[in-house]
């Protein structure tokens, strides 16, 4: 597998040919003011004069994050942090294509290659699916998929009660609680850049196949000094860690949280909270799962 291996035509049973031997992906990119990227395809590339997303073929290495961020940065200049959201997955059986969806804190200035005529921001409340609406041409596949989309809604808080799951397992734990609560860090720093289908979710936050989880791990007592990793916050409790799991479960800086929790009387409190219950095994069952963490070979 080796970059630009995916770059060939697919014939799908749909009775279309689509481009991406493995797939392809595409960035929907929403700005802080409710505005998304979008591109006008140039008559060179594929259904030329219609609006759509920045993307393109996935090589055979990619998951679909990778893929949709290296063609945004190609067709956009895209340099800039963002954070994905969710996965729209349209999946033909030989031929998929997965829409990222991801926000960014500040709208960049986009530049032009060879497959765009224009690349502009524009209001999400501007976009129609009709193919006929005013001055806004929709390429056909982001008009299909555009309800979809614009009920994504955001990435679902993860929120993890590090002593009550480490202490679900007896596998010697208390000997080391803060190397414990670290295994267990790394654990989820593996799992946080890997798309969690919609279903398998307590509750999904919006009307996307899959979505990338925000995790964040409260430690307390001797797990304080832990430090936090690319993907993980790392929350020390500077007293009780219940409440401190309470407080973060009932601030709206998510509209989905989900707490990782068996204790009863957390449960209750974060449910009073706002937020949603989940036990120790939904999280430690999608650890255990082989290759838990590594990008998916074809879907999401």
């Given at each position: 597998m080796t970059a630009g291996d995916g770059s060939a035509w697919v014939?799908?049973?749909?009775?279309?040919?689509?481009?991406?031997?493995?797939?392809?992906?595409?960035?929907?990119?929403?700005?802080?003011?409710?505005?998304?990227?979008?591109?006008?395809?140039?008559?060179?590339?594929?259904?030329?004069?219609?609006?759509?997303?920045?993307?393109?073929?996935?090589?055979?290495?990619?998951?679909?994050?990778?893929?949709?961020?290296?063609?945004a940065a190609e067709e956009t200049g895209l340099g800039a942090p963002v954070r994905p959201a969710g996965v729209l997955l349209d999946d033909h059986g030989p031929w998929s294509y997965a829409t990222v969806v991801a926000d960014i804190d500040t709208e960049i200035d986009a530049v032009l290659n060879w497959e765009s005529d224009d690349v502009r921001w524009m209001p999400a409340t501007d976009i129609r699916p009709?193919?006929?609406?005013?001055?806004?041409?929709?390429?056909?596949?982001?008009?299909?998929?555009?309800?979809?989309?614009?009920?994504?809604?955001?990435?679902?808080?993860?929120?993890?009660?590090?002593?009550?799951?480490?202490?679900?397992r007896p596998d010697g734990w208390w000997r080391d609680r803060l190397g414990a609560a670290a295994r267990l860090r790394d654990r989820l720093a593996?799992?946080?850049?890997?798309?969690?289908?919609?279903?398998?979710?307590?509750?999904?936050?919006?009307?996307?196949?899959?979505?990338?989880?925000?995790?964040?791990?409260?430690?307390?007592?001797?797990?304080?000094?832990?430090?936090?990793?690319?993907?993980?916050?790392?929350?020390p409790a500077p007293g009780s860690g219940d409440d401190t799991i309470v407080g973060i479960a009932g601030t709206p800086a998510a509209p989905v949280r989900i707490v990782v929790t068996a204790d009863r009387k957390l449960r209750e409190r974060v449910r009073a909270a706002g937020a949603h219950v989940t036990g120790p095994r939904w999280l430690l069952d999608r650890l255990d799962q082989p290759g838990a963490g590594s990008p998916p070979t074809r879907t999401p």
């Open positions: 014939d799908c049973g749909c009775g279309e040919r689509h481009w991406g031997r493995f797939g392809a992906a595409g960035l929907l990119l929403r700005s802080a003011g409710g505005r998304v990227l979008l591109q006008l395809r140039s008559a060179r590339s594929d259904h030329g004069g219609t609006w759509g997303l920045p993307g393109g073929a996935r090589d055979g290495h990619e998951s679909v994050l990778a893929a949709a961020l290296r063609e009709d193919p006929a609406g005013p001055g806004l041409p929709l390429h056909p596949g982001l008009a299909a998929a555009w309800p979809a989309l614009a009920g994504a809604g955001a990435a679902p808080m993860v929120i993890v009660d590090a002593a009550n799951v480490v202490g679900s593996s799992l946080a850049g890997t798309p969690i289908p919609a279903g398998d979710l307590p509750v999904a936050p919006g009307t996307l196949s899959a979505y990338f989880p925000r995790i964040s791990l409260v430690v307390e007592g001797r797990a304080r000094d832990l430090a936090a990793t690319d993907g993980v916050d790392v929350v």
